[in-house]
């Protein structure tokens, strides 16, 4: 590894990582911004983009300056120098991808601990999925409904829950995505909760993002983020939850007697 322009492979693999890091960064990847949380996780696919694109010109400097460098002259059909390693390499190529996935995950634990944290006054929504189709209940306001209707600006509370198969919430512009997966015998042990606050309004689309059968395309349900005041009227048009014993729509299922 002697007599190697280590400047020189310094110096392309960083102009490398600027050109390719700015052109990664052109495409708008995750779209409009819907919640408070979105500009935090969309930050840290910039910065993991960044990382990348340096990791990938380290690769393609060295690896066209080896080909170069060391390539076969013409008529040349000899074997090649044999090498026992070189420890110093062997280090930098363990301790440089470290390096990045440890600051990575630092980054990450700190942003997913600040959209993780629930403020008091957050709003309980419980969202169940079924194939193929999404029901969401209120149980502050005591309705359900099969479109998703919440407040700007106040955080929700979500509670998630799978009647037959694994199904994935996600509504885009939120960036939180989420599965819910069926109870066990156990019931309790599913993370099956999770807090966004929708800072945007505006009509979206909530997605099963969970291959769930034949009719997982279709599994959409409207989401619409809107006023207060608007939220608390929509609210008075909504059927009620259906009590324990009854059927969606309202009607107590019938019981067979002796």
Not at 75 to 83: L, T, Y
Not at 164 to 175: G, T, Y
């Amino acid at each position: 590894m002697q007599g190697l322009p280590y400047l020189k492979l310094l110096a392309a693999t960083l102009v490398l990582t600027v050109v390719t890091s700015v052109i990664m960064l052109i495409p708008d990847w995750n779209g409009t911004q819907g919640s408070t949380a979105a500009d935090d996780i969309d930050r840290l696919l910039d910065i993991s983009i960044v990382l990348s694109s340096f990791v990938f010109a380290i690769v393609m400097v060295l690896l066209g300056f080896s080909v170069y460098k060391w390539r076969a002259k013409p008529g040349d059909e000899s074997d090649g120098a044999p090498i026992h390693g070189n420890t110093r390499l062997e280090i930098a190529w363990t301790v440089i991808p470290t390096v990045i996935v440890v600051f990575l995950g630092a980054i990450s634990w700190i942003v997913l601990d600040d959209i993780e944290a629930k403020e008091a006054d957050a709003m309980r929504l419980d969202v169940t999925g079924q194939q193929f189709a999404w029901t969401f209940e209120y149980p502050e306001a005591g309705v359900t409904s099969k479109e998703l209707h919440v407040p700007v600006d106040r955080q929700l509370d979500v509670h998630l829950t799978a009647l037959d198969v694994l199904h994935s919430f996600w509504v885009p512009e939120w960036r939180i995505k989420r599965d819910l997966v069926p109870a066990g015998e156990g019931g309790d042990e599913i993370d099956d909760q999770f807090v966004v606050t929708p800072d945007r309004e505006g009509t979206f689309s909530l997605i099963c993002t969970e291959l769930c059968g034949v009719g997982h395309s279709t599994m959409r349900a409207v989401v619409v983020v809107e006023s207060e005041a608007e939220f608390q009227q929509w609210l008075t048009e909504q059927e009620p939850i259906p009590a324990e014993g009854e059927e969606s729509g309202g009607q107590p299922e019938e019981v067979e007697t002796q």
